[in-house]
C-alpha cells in the first residue's frame, strides 16, 4: 500500500552534536552514520544596518568582514575531508561556501532551497533566479562557484521552501550516499534543524560551525 511505501522512506535522525574543542562521540560509526558540519555564513550587509527591510538588501552579499570571516574558515574545512558542501541558494551563503572550500578540489557543491532562510518575509531572506546568480560578478569572480550545482534553483525557489521543510531535509539527507557532509546555511534553518531534534541551539556567529552525527532509519 501507499502508506507502507511511504514508511519505508530512510530518514536521518540527529543523535549527537559537538563544537569547536570537544572530542568526536566515542559511538562515532564512520561509513554507517553521517558527518554533517554546519556552518553559518559570514556577516552580510544587511547585519551592519540600523534597518534591515529596505529592497537594497534583496539577496545581499557578504560584507569585507564577512569575505574575511570565510577566509579564515579554509584551514579548519580543509581538516574535515567532506564529500560534499550543500549551500542556501543566498549570495551571502554562496560567497562563504566558495571561499571557505576554494582549495578543497574533491568535493562536490550543490545549492538548494532546502537549507535556506526560514525568514522569507525578510528582503535578505529572498533570492534570485540560477540565471541572475551567474551574471553576478561578485559570485562569477569566485573561481569554485562554476562548480556550484544549481539545477534546484528556479525563478522563485524561496517561495515554495518551506513546506514540510524538516520531513523533506531528514529525507534527502539520508538518501545522499556521501558521509561527510557541510552544510553552509543560515541562523533560521539551524535553530529549526536542532529544534526539530530536541536539541539546544548552539550560538553560532558568523562563519562559525558545529558538528553533528546522523543515523539513518529505515
Known amino acids: 500500500s501507499r502508506a507502507a511505501a511511504l514508511k519505508k522512506v530512510p530518514v536521518a535522525k540527529l543523535c549527537n552534536v559537538w563544537e569547536p574543542g570537544w572530542p568526536p562521540p566515542p559511538d562515532l560509526k564512520l561509513g ?5 558540519y554546519f556552518v553559518r555564513h559570514g556577516q552580510s550587509t544587511p547585519q551592519i544596518a540600523a534597518d534591515r527591510r529596505g529592497e537594497e538588501f534583496l539577496d545581499p552579499p557578504l560584507t569585507a568582514k564577512g569575505s574575511k570571516q570565510a577566509l579564515d574558515l579554509q584551514a579548519t574545512v580543509g581538516e574535515w575531508e567532506v564529500q560534499l558542501v550543500v549551500i542556501s541558494p543566498l549570495t551571502m551563503a554562496l560567497q562563504t561556501a566558495c571561499i571557505a572550500f ?6 562536490v557543491f550543490v545549492a538548494t532551497p532546502l537549507v535556506t532562510e526560514v525568514y522569507t518575509d525578510l528582503p535578505e531572506s529572498q533570492g534570485r533566479s540560477a540565471v541572475d546568480l551567474m551574471a553576478d560578478p561578485k559570485l562569477t569572480g569566485l573561481p569554485r562557484f562554476q562548480d556550484v550545482e544549481l539545477d534546484l534553483v528556479d525563478e522563485t525557489w524561496w517561495l515554495s521552501a518551506e513546506n514540510d521543510r524538516m520531513q523533506r531535509f531528514a529525507k534527502w539527507l539520508a538518501a545522499r550516499p556521501e558521509h561527510k557532509i557541510c552544510i553552509v546555511t543560515h541562523w533560521g534553518f539551524l535553530h529549526e534543524v ?6 539546544l541551539t548552539p550560538q553560532l556567529g558568523n562563519c562559525h560551525w558545529v558538528a553533528t552525527q546522523w543515523t539513518v532509519n529505515s
Open 102 to 107: 576554494e582549495a578543497q578540489y574533491e568535493v
Open 194 to 199: 536542532f529544534r526539530n531534534g530536541q536539541v
Open 32 to 36: 554507517l552514520d553521517k558527518i554533517v
